[in-house]
């Protein structure tokens, strides 16, 4: 498999403070990746590192290239031409990708449109109308017709999420990041956003970057899996493998706390 994302020595800083401190991963095409931690370890840092939108406070040295192309000191007018069609973003709180002033139909169609101009396709009202429809159709939303013209406030916060995807999958990303994106969700909403991402990104053949606090939440999406402690790389390796027999301290004391969890309120959940 090619690979996708590569992420070689990666220190991200603020002033003199190091946040992530020498981070090597690399995800291919189509490959499943999970970055897991602590809050406050560097998780979402790295992913907007990987985007190109950290803060401006904030400076990355090192290397992370997509397809290739170099993230780290490029210009700004040069990572945009490449936003949405190599990667795209789903956020813990859907809320931070909507815009609360406009119908949702209008803020799908926006990406859409850009995405079909960019491939040479038709991109009239008629086939912009279609397509809304059937990204919101493909992220099991109950009447699209209905969700369509509705401002965000106007539906659930799990509708809210299942927007959030379909502006992202509007881009047909090759690598889809996916940062604690069920985590402000209640239990029963998330377990159908992890069910539904894991559906989308087997048919819309995407990389994953899935990132949370929550090992077996992880472990339910993703083959391979990256442990980040105070900034840095502790542990990496297939999904199983780190269950079975985690090597870091750390590491160690998740799994010891998500058994704990399974034991509790058995396997129900
Ligand atoms: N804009 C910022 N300015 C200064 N420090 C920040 C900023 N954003 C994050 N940090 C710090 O960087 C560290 C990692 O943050 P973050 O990547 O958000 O952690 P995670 O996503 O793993 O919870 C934390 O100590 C956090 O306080
Ligand atoms: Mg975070």
Redesign the pocket.
């Known amino acids: 498999m090619s690979v996708l994302l590569e992420v070689k020595s990666l220190d991200i800083f ?1 002033g003199a ?1 190091r ?2 401190s020498d981070l090597s991963f690399s995800i291919s095409a189509g490959e499943r990746f999970g970055l897991i ?10 992913a907007m590192a990987v985007t190109g939108l950290l ?1 401006r ?2 400076r990355a040295e090192g290397s992370i290239t997509v397809n290739g192309q170099q993230i780290v000191n490029t210009p700004e007018r040069v990572l945009n031409s490449m936003r949405g069609r190599d990667i795209a973003v789903v956020f813990q709180e859907p809320l931070t990708a909507l815009d609360p002033l406009m119908k949702i139909g209008r803020q799908v169609a926006i990406p859409l449109a850009r995405r079909l101009k960019r491939e040479g396709a038709s991109a009239d009202r008629a086939a912009i109308r279609r397509g809304v429809l059937e990204l919101l159709d493909h992220v099991a939303l109950p009447q699209p017709e209905r969700i369509m013209k509705a401002y965000p406030h106007e539906i659930s916060g799990g509708q809210r999420q299942r927007v959030a995807i379909a502006l992202a999958l509007a881009c047909r990303p090759k690598l889809l990041i996916a ?2 994106p069920t985590t402000a969700l209640d239990v029963t909403t998330q377990a159908e956003i992890l069910k539904l991402l894991d559906r989308l990104v087997g048919e819309y053949n995407m990389a994953l970057m899935f ?1 949370s ?1 929550d090992l077996p939440v992880v472990a339910s999406v993703v083959n391979r899996v990256a442990v ?1 402690q105070q ?1 840095r790389l502790v542990e990496t390796g297939e999904v199983n493998d780190v269950f079975a027999a985690p090597a870091h301290e750390y590491t160690r004391s998740l799994v010891a706390a998500a058994h704990a969890f399974d034991a509790y309120f058995g396997e129900a959940l």
């Open positions: 603020t403070r946040l992530v931690g602590e809050s406050g370890s560097g998780k979402s840092l790295t803060p406070a904030i940062d604690e990132i606090h980040m900034g």
